[in-house]
T-cell receptor
Framework: GAGVSQSPRYKVAKRGQDVALRCDPI?????LFWYQQALGQGPEFLTY????????KSGLPSDRFFAERPEGSVSTLKIQRTQQEDSAVYLCASSLVLVNNEQFFGPGTRLTVL | AQKVTQAQTEISVVEKEDVTLDCVYE???????LFWYKQPPSGELVFLIRRNSFDEQNEISGRYSWNFQKSTSSFNFTITASQVVDSAVYFCALSDAGGGADGLTFGKGTHLIIQP
């Protein structure tokens, strides 16, 4: 069966550009998470969706970061006016139910801001 | 606030040696979940185990075993008879019991190198 997919796998942006990162979770998974992983660090939580509702966005580092999941399946993480410190791997994960189930991770999108 | 500490940044052993990866956590919650994930060079995090705070039994899965000690807030991971394919970055993670709405809190990871 298909796992979590993310696109693009690699993105190079000039500082100040807007970018959009896509996540396709496993079909039927209720929960969707976004994480940011800087080089040599562990993933850090950004935001969480339960179906189409964004229940927690406490990890978003600034108001330049915006995430949506309008139909409760595919999600997009948008970063406006990218800065060099936004360079990282952005990981998406999904899980079947709400309560602390195993999260299945996608391969990530590596964003490099020049 | 939750915190996960993996003090070992990098470990290098020769194939067939046993190796233990340490994980120490902090949380104010009485109910919580602990996880281990493996991140091979391809980058995709692979789930290894989930353990809830009420289950302190050690677990063994093939060459992998986990030792959960609530008294010391530790959840260590041992690989027996290591193999080159075990080379990866391993992350310990923690979440509370609030429906997972806060996501996982990860440690910084331990880079395990298994030399042939």
């Amino acid at each position: 069966g298909a796992g979590v997919s993310q696109s693009p796998r690699y993105k190079v942006a000039k500082r100040g550009q807007d970018v959009a990162l896509r996540c396709d979770p496993i079909s039927g998974h209720v929960s969707l998470f976004w994480y940011q992983q800087a080089l040599g660090q562990g993933p850090e939580f950004l935001t969480y969706f339960q179906n189409e509702a964004q229940l927690d966005k406490s990890g978003l580092p600034s108001d330049r970061f915006f995430a949506e999941r309008p139909e409760g399946s595919v999600s997009t993480l948008k970063i406006q006016r990218t800065q060099q410190e936004d360079s990282a791997v952005y990981l998406c994960a999904s899980s079947l139910v709400l309560v602390n189930n195993e999260q299945f991770f996608g391969p990530g999108t590596r964003l490099t801001v020049l | 606030a939750q915190k996960v500490t993996q003090a070992q940044t990098e470990i290098s052993v020769v194939e067939k040696e046993d190796v233990t990866l340490d994980c120490v956590y902090e949380t104010r919650d009485t109910t919580y979940y602990l996880f281990w994930y493996k991140q091979p060079p391809s980058g995709e995090l692979v789930f290894l185990i989930r353990r809830n705070s009420f289950d302190e039994q050690n677990e063994i899965s093939g060459r992998y075993s986990w030792n959960f000690q609530k008294s010391t807030s530790s959840f260590n991971f041992t690989i027996t008879a290591s193999q080159v394919v075990d080379s990866a970055v391993y992350f310990c993670a923690l979440s509370d019991a609030g429906g997972g709405a806060d996501g996982l809190t990860f440690g910084k990871g331990t880079h395990l190198i298994i030399q042939p």
